[in-house]
């Protein structure tokens, strides 16, 4: 079975620093897709950043990048410069191309302090 | 812009009602999805279509059925609402399994 797993279930950050959000998952698969997803307090769930696994590059999205290492099934996000806006619930997610379902993880909540 | 409509966004039933969460989108995605939310789980699956008439289970499937008899729209029903079932229901929909998932605004159910 695939799984997700966020460790991180609160963090902090003071605004214009960086900070890594945890990510580690489980499958047997190879062609599998990983996702971060940004819940801000609207609760309306938007995409962050996609990573195809074949990809050895990482995915970056302006402030916005991944730490991808497939051996380990990790798969960290990095905001950096963060900003209030970015204070939100951020969930993991993967998708494997024999299963088809969308699966996430418990979710870390983010908050930029000023 | 895909929209994907959730028919309550508040939800107040009693226990063993059968109760109706409707979803609907614009963008003639082939997958639909269907999650509860709870504090400290995440996001679960309870069901999933990729195509009209077909379904999957997902990991928390107990307790509940779907229904997509036209591609926009993907039903989740619970069929005697128990109070365990009081959640956050979130639905979404992708174009492939591979792209970017659209979600709904999100039902707060409360079963009492």
């Known amino acids: 079975a695939q799984t997700v797993t966020q460790s991180q279930p609160e963090m902090s950050v003071q605004e214009a620093e960086t900070v890594t959000l945890s990510c580690t998952y489980d499958?047997?698969?190879?062609?599998?897709?990983l996702f971060w997803y940004k819940q801000p307090p609207s609760r309306q769930m938007i995409l962050v950043i996609r990573?195809?696994?074949?990809?050895?590059q990482n995915a970056t999205e302006n402030r916005f990048s991944v730490n991808f290492q497939k051996a380990a099934k990790s798969f960290s996000l990095k905001i950096s410069d963060s900003q209030l806006g970015d204070t939100a619930m951020y969930f993991c997610?993967?998708?494997?191309?024999?299963?088809?379902?969308?699966?996430f993880g418990q979710g870390t909540t983010l908050q930029v302090k000023p | 812009d895909v929209k994907v409509t959730q028919s309550s966004r508040y939800l107040v039933k009693r226990t063993g009602e059968k109760v109706f969460l409707e979803c609907v989108q614009d963008?003639?995605?082939?997958?639909m999805f269907w999650y509860r939310q709870d504090p400290g789980l995440g996001l679960r699956l309870i069901y999933f279509?990729?195509?009209?008439?077909?379904?999957e289970k997902g990991d928390i499937p107990e307790g509940y059925s779907v229904s997509r008899e036209k591609k926009e729209r993907f039903s989740l029903i619970l069929e005697s609402a128990s109070t365990n079932q009081t959640s956050m229901y979130l639905c979404?929909?992708?174009?492939?399994?591979?792209?970017?998932?659209?979600f709904g605004q999100g039902t707060r159910l409360t079963v009492v």
């Open positions: 279509s990729y195509d009209v008439k077909m379904k």
């Open positions: 979404a929909s992708s174009l492939y399994w591979d792209t970017e998932a659209f």
């Open positions: 963008m003639d995605h082939e997958n």
């Open positions: 997610a993967f998708t494997a191309s024999n299963t088809g379902k969308l699966i």
């Open positions: 990573q195809e696994a074949y990809k050895q």
């Open positions: 499958t047997s698969e190879n062609n599998y897709y």
